[in-house]
């Protein structure tokens, strides 16, 4: 069942892959990468449960907080420009709205 | 006896784990618009992880592993809807562009059930074809 769970997810990371490469609007990229980066939490796991080597479950650990930060910078960085794009209008109703 | 137990049970959880995690990659894959996208996505993942992670911990007994894979579900637990809400707020504040898009692809995406419904013709005539 884990080299079947294994298959199931290397299956799953190149469906979002294909979101990724696919992806009309720059949120769909962000979406399909942020389960990307899920999924390759479980996969350490898994790896780790598969070759016998409990070391790697810190690795799987570290990387879902990075998976986290990454995904709410880059979805700030975003948010930003577009507030700055779409100029002083909608930029004061959010800054009133926060 | 227990063993055995433990082992039908991990199989279950870590089935069940990949028969949700391949649904919302389909959906990820498959939905039209992004705000179902999100859904599929989101609403599957946190579920997935935590059917994944429970089936592992039954297969690490009592040992750090099984601390460590609590940290992992935790964690997820927390950041993975905290991850879907900051995606779908900050998509909501570029909605001038998002909104846009399926407003105009409504009419485009009309005909498409006239196209789905013209397969199935297509096909009993390929039946009485053959």
């Known amino acids: 069942m884990l080299n079947a769970t294994l298959i199931a997810l290397l299956v799953v990371m190149s469906l979002a892959l294909v979101r990724a490469i696919k992806g009309p609007s720059i949120h769909d990229r962000i979406l399909a990468v942020n389960m990307f980066g899920t999924k390759t939490v479980l996969l350490i796991a898994v790896i780790c449960f598969t070759f016998g080597k409990p070391e790697f479950l810190d690795i799987a650990l570290v990387y879902a907080l990075i998976n986290f930060v990454s995904v709410i910078g880059v979805l700030r960085y975003f948010e930003f420009r577009n507030r700055n794009q779409n100029g002083t209008r909608n930029g004061s109703e959010e800054l009133a709205s926060d | ?130």
Do not use: N
Not at chain 2, 39 to 64: E, F, K, P, Q, Y
Not at chain 2, 102 to 116: I, L, T
């Open chain 2, 1 to 130: 006896m227990i063993d055995l137990l433990l082992g039908y049970t991990s199989g279950l959880l870590l089935f069940l784990g990949c028969f949700f995690m391949l649904t919302g990659a389909i959906g990820l894959l498959r939905f039209p618009d992004f705000y179902s996208r999100m859904h599929a996505a989101g609403v599957t993942d946190t579920l997935a992880t935590i059917l994944i992670i429970a089936g592992l911990m039954l297969i690490a007994g009592w040992s750090l592993a099984l601390f460590k894979l609590a940290l992992i579900m935790l964690f997820i637990f927390f950041t993975s809807p905290t991850a879907s809400h900051a995606l779908a707020r900050s998509a909501q504040l570029c909605a001038l562009r998002l909104t846009q898009t399926p407003v105009e692809k409504g009419p485009a995406d009309a005909p498409r059930p006239v196209a789905e419904a013209s397969a199935p013709v297509s096909k009993m005539e390929a039946a009485e074809g053959t």
